[in-house]
């Protein structure tokens, strides 16, 4: 799928639908496929179909409604630069989360490698913190009430992922000391 959203994207640009969110979305998918390609076997991988339907709507939201969104951009609520300067923060996120990841990525909850360290050290989900940075960015800079409805429900799809893969965790002890050790999901000192 991420190879196909990345042809998607080079498409678009090459047709001269250039803008920066598509850019950051592309090269978000660049390091998937890589990652993606090197990563480590899982020892155990969840079997809940409720974990793979919402692993499955969070992934295909994603594209369909960026998309969708962008197409229909209406006001800016903000202006440029902060728009511009938190994309570029979730950008940088994401890269840092992604690869302080390294080759543990995987899209259902499953039982790698246990990552406690670079952005891991901070927050337990650090790559859907960069996600709702993003979100807030992309909503600043095309406001319609629909994009706002559609991002909304990417934050819901984002939030219950995070909440099922801290559910496939639950009686892992290692994961227990993680959690004392980092106790925020998302934001370092808040939640």
Do not use: C
Not at 6 to 15: D, G, K, N, S
Not at 50 to 68: E, G
Not at 155 to 167: D, N
């Amino acid at each position: 799928m991420s190879v196909y959203i990345l042809y998607i994207y080079a498409l678009q640009i090459e047709q001269g639908r250039f803008d920066w969110y598509r850019l950051a979305i592309a090269a978000n998918m660049a390091v998937i496929i890589v990652t993606t390609l090197f990563r480590r076997t899982a020892v155990k991988v969840s079997t809940n179909p409720f974990f793979w339907v919402i692993t499955a709507l969070r992934t295909f939201w994603s594209f369909l409604v960026l998309n969708y969104a962008y197409t229909y951009m209406q006001q800016a609520l903000a202006p440029l630069w902060l728009t511009n300067s938190l994309l570029v923060l979730s950008m940088i996120l994401i890269v840092y989360s992604r690869l302080s990841l390294g080759l543990n990525i995987g899209f259902v909850p499953a039982k790698r490698e246990l990552v406690t360290t670079g952005a891991y050290g901070y927050v337990r989900h650090p790559i859907h913190t960069a996600e709702f940075v993003f979100f807030i960015s992309y909503i600043l800079v095309s406001y319609t009430p629909l994009n706002l409805f559609l991002l909304s429900l990417g934050v819901i799809f984002v939030g219950v992922k995070s909440l099922t893969e801290e559910s496939f965790f639950k009686d892992d002890e290692e994961f227990k000391a993680y959690k004392k050790k980092v106790p925020y999901l998302w934001i370092p000192g808040l939640i």
